[in-house]
């Protein structure tokens, strides 16, 4: 029966490779490469996804490169091979990265700081092509009231905010307050104990 299916068309056109296992490995590689360049380039702003043109680009992009990565070939060995050189490659970048922070520097790239003690930095909005209103909003989904609530906001590698108010939140307050009483506390069970060992 394996034998009669070997010859199956549909087998042949669900499997066979019509191209070389080489370059089936090597074109995912390139492309990964050549995306994580032009994320770099191209900032954080990309990954932060800010409004729904920084979306409609993100999906779009997987699109394109689609057939850069497969070539011309639909086979499902095909794809589960470009698949594997994708993992491969990330597995591999991932496994450096994590050796070396100057790579992951040079690769990421550093934070940006947006917010300096209640006060925008223009130049690094610039930098980021984020315009006020999209940062106000990025306050504003952390639950601050304005940028006069914020410390320091930065935009980090990954596209992720990071935003410190200036007070301490409530949580921090009854952190402390309770941090305190087990402090005074502990200088009075010292005290009882002082007094009891005199006696």
């Not at 050549?34 to 779009?60: M, T, W, Y």
């Not at 699109?63 to 990330?90: H, K, Y």
């Amino acid at each position: 029966m394996l034998g009669s299916m070997s010859g199956s068309p549909i087998l042949n056109h669900m499997f066979l490779l019509p191209l070389p296992l080489a370059e089936k490995l090597l074109r995912p590689v390139i492309v990964y490469l050549a995306l994580v360049v032009l994320l770099r380039i191209f900032g954080k702003r990309e990954l932060a996804q800010l409004n729904p043109f920084d979306l409609v680009v993100l999906l779009s992009l997987s699109n394109t490169v689609q057939n850069a990565i497969i070539g011309d070939d639909n086979s499902v060995t095909g794809g589960v091979v470009g698949a594997l050189g994708l993992l491969a490659i990330n597995w591999l970048v991932v496994r450096v990265l994590f050796r070396s922070r100057r790579l992951t520097r040079l690769f990421e790239g550093r934070p940006a700081i947006l917010i300096h003690n209640g006060q925008i930095d223009k130049k690094a909005l610039a930098r980021e092509s984020l315009t006020r209103e999209e940062l106000i909003a990025v306050i504003h989904r952390q639950g601050f009231e304005g940028v006069h609530q914020v410390h320091r906001c930065e935009l980090e590698p990954n596209g992720t905010f990071y935003v410190e108010p200036f007070d301490p939140s409530a949580a921090d307050k009854r952190h402390a307050d309770v941090l305190d009483r087990l402090d005074a506390l502990t200088r009075e069970v010292a005290a009882l104990r002082a007094q009891t060992a005199e006696e």
